[in-house]
């Protein structure tokens, strides 16, 4: 367990340091929630240590006073979204396209590292999303082709065959079921994929070393979070380096252990800025130079979070069970669910367990039908052979590490 007295080690230059320094001093001018947190703070004389750490917690519990009061979230060029909930209920995040573009322009910069032209190029982020249309056309760049729109996964598989991609994206889960699917139904590329790009959870060597024999390419890594936007990417010498630009990176000691806790802050959001911000991922630290000629620091190797598979399959079982549950909220348009937990019971069986809001008996029983209905309808879309039953509970317990458990396997 770490604290703010905690000796950490700071991957960033100086400068680097002394910008985020400034945009936590403007944070406390601007923002209610960093007015009260950093209001003992000497500025003048302080560094980096002297600022507390931020938890998960504490932004869900700010709501929006971790927001500049005059800040229209329906503003022009504003966007809204939501975390996974890998630690509890999802983070609501206001972002404007302005401050995200750094962010995005260092990421396509570190794909054509490896890839020169990739810009040019047509990229499928694989994704098990539901959209109305399946009208899917060829063009340059990335194309988001979500499974769930089509009734049968023969057809997903033929349509993005059929826009001959040459690289392709999306979390280890997803590009797990892609491969599942290309094997069960015989399915292959006709055009010879330059990479294949892991997102946004950890990356097992065993995973990474079936998409490379499967897909006939080299794999590539590339960190980050919603809070964030991109930490880190791998380079063509297989390095991980921080996007040192648009994060200033802490690496503090865990107890008995050669690894590294991570905390991050963003230098470039400065109406919900995420300053000293604990992601809960360790990190083992490696080589400290590189000769790919990417002169950024070095972040190590990400282990992330401790998470299990689903038994027969490659899929984190939090990462994709999130997917369908927040989208079957998004759906119903119900916020009653303060936790769920999925239990892997046997090979094709799950239990899912629901635990919702204080509500009068009648409604409480409504909400619980309605979405286990909407889960049961998406689940069937997605993965047919599995059965799910469900039971509302009155308490799911965190684990003693204070997170929320949200697959179990018992198989």
Not at 141 to 152: E, F, H, S
Not at 286 to 312: D, M, S, W
Not at 337 to 365: C, D, G, M, N, W
Request: a neutral charge; glycine letters at 6%; proline letters at 6%.
């Amino acid at each position: 367990m770490i604290s703010n007295s905690s000796q950490s080690r700071i991957l960033n230059s100086p400068p680097a340091v002394a910008r985020l320094m400034d945009l936590a001093k403007r944070a406390r001018e601007r923002i209610p929630f960093y007015q009260e947190s950093l209001s003992s703070i000497d500025f003048s004389t302080a560094d980096l240590s002297a600022l507390p750490l931020l938890e998960k917690s504490m932004v869900r519990q700010a709501g929006r006073t971790i927001l500049p009061p005059e800040f229209r979230e329906d503003g022009p060029g504003v966007s809204v979204t939501f975390t996974s909930g890998s630690t509890g209920i999802p983070l609501r995040l206001v972002r404007t396209k302005v401050e995200m573009e750094p962010s995005i322009r260092a990421y396509w910069r570190a794909r054509a590292a490896i890839f020169p032209d990739v810009m040019n190029t047509t990229g499928i982020i694989v994704s098990p999303g539901v959209q109305q249309s399946t009208s899917v056309k060829p063009r340059s760049g990335p194309i988001l082709v979500p499974m769930g729109a089509y009734k049968k996964r023969e057809d997903y598989l033929d349509t993005i065959i059929g826009l001959q991609p040459r690289w392709l994206s999306g979390t280890p889960a997803r590009l797990s079921l892609l491969v599942e699917s290309m094997l069960r139904y015989k399915r292959r590329f006709r055009t010879k994929l330059a990479f294949v790009e892991s997102d946004s959870d950890c990356l097992m060597p065993e995973t990474r070393a079936r998409f490379a024999e499967f897909f006939e390419c080299p794999v590539v890594n590339h960190y980050g979070c919603h809070e964030l936007m991109t930490i880190a990417y791998e380079c063509p010498r297989g390095n991980m380096h921080l996007v040192d630009d648009c994060v200033v990176a802490e690496l503090f000691p865990l107890p008995e252990s050669n690894e590294h806790e991570l905390v991050a802050s963003s230098l470039i959001f400065e109406n919900m800025p995420f300053i000293r911000y604990r992601l809960g991922d360790s990190i083992l630290t490696g080589e400290k130079y590189c000769t790919c000629g990417n002169t950024a620091p070095l972040l190590g190797e990400i282990r992330g979070r401790t998470t299990q598979f689903v038994a027969g399959t490659f899929c984190s079982g939090h990462h994709f069970f999130s997917f369908f549950i927040h989208a079957v909220l998004r759906q119903t348009g119900l916020n009653s669910v303060l936790r769920y937990q999925i239990h892997q019971v046997a090979l094709t069986e799950f239990l899912v367990k629901l635990q919702l809001e204080e509500l009068p008996s009648a409604q409480k029983s409504e909400h619980f039908q309605t979405i286990c209905a909407a889960f049961r309808e998406a689940m069937a879309k997605a993965a047919p052979q599995w059965t799910f039953t469900f039971e509302c509970v009155d308490q799911i317990a965190l684990t003693p590490g204070g997170k929320s458990e949200y697959f179990i396997r018992h198989v």
